[in-house]
């Protein structure tokens, strides 16, 4: 069964920054498309971003567009979300899947902005 452990949320004051890692255990890790995604407290998980399985190309949603970066390195199995320009919006807990998402999700990552 595939592992996705995702780290690096925490507190953040509006307009910091934070970087998320998402370390996946799949050994065909670089032939899938990857992606991040969100919920926040009385929502439904949303999409994030999500980059193609040689990093080459990335897709955002319009939330987080010129705010967030999406990047991955297929020799550590890792996908990385770089989320600038923070606001209370984008309190959530934060999960990597591939795209589109698989059947099983990790514990996630708090990220919470406070104004």
């Known amino acids: 069964q595939v592992q996705l452990v995702e780290s690096g949320g925490g507190l953040a004051q509006a307009g910091g920054s934070l970087r998320l890692s998402c370390a996946v255990s799949e050994r065909t890790f670089s032939r899938h498309d990857m992606a991040w995604y969100r919920q926040a407290p009385g929502k439904e998980r949303e999409f994030v971003a999500r980059?193609?399985?040689?990093?080459?190309?990335?897709v955002y949603a319009d939330s987080v567009k010129a705010r967030f970066t999406i990047s991955r390195d297929n020799d550590k199995n890792t996908v990385f979300l770089q989320m600038m320009s923070l606001g209370p919006e984008d309190t959530a807990i934060y999960y990597c899947?591939?795209?589109?998402?698989?059947?099983?999700w990790g514990q996630g990552t708090q990220v919470t902005v406070s104004s």
């Open positions: 899947n591939a795209w589109p998402a698989g059947a099983y």
């Open positions: 980059i193609n399985w040689s990093g080459g190309r990335t």
